[in-house]
Nanobody, 125 residues
Framework: QVQLMESGGGSVQAGGSLRLSCAAS????????MGWFRQALGKEREAVAS????????YYADSVKGRFTISLDKAKNTLYLQMNSLKPEDTAMYYC??????????????????WGQGTQVTVSS
């Protein structure tokens, strides 16, 4: 049974940093496509970043480029999202997602099979 468990969320002031982690069990990050999504209150879930484990190609939403970094520690089987220069508009529930196959349509939640429960990020001005 695949389980993804996010951690690292919290409350920070604008300009601060957080690092989210997503530990996997029953699933290996050595292959496949992994991503981070977020969902703010009253809004649709949106893609933040993704990474393809075989070649470490990455995708970032325009709103986070230059501020967020997605990375993968295959030895620890953990996915990370380093978030710097946080803004109030980054406030949302953040979810990690994984798919055993290729990275296809990485911005669409329906293309990921496995999901974590989410971790809340709140950025105050």
């Amino acid at each position: 049974q695949v389980q993804l468990m996010e951690s690292g969320g919290g409350s920070v002031q604008a300009g601060g940093s957080l690092r989210l982690s997503c530990a996997a069990s029953g699933y290996t990050y050595s292959s496949g496509c992994m991503g981070w999504f977020r969902q703010a209150l009253g809004k649709e879930r949106e893609a933040v970043a993704s990474i393809y484990s075989r070649n470490t190609n990455t995708y970032y939403a325009d709103s986070v480029k230059g501020r967020f970094t997605i990375s993968l520690d295959k030895a620890k089987n953990t996915l990370y999202l380093q978030m710097n220069s946080l803004k109030p508009e980054d406030t949302a529930m953040y979810y990690c997602a994984a798919e055993s196959d290729l990275c296809v349509g990485v911005t669409y939640p329906k293309n990921y099979t496995y999901w974590g429960q989410g971790t809340q990020v709140t950025v105050s001005s």
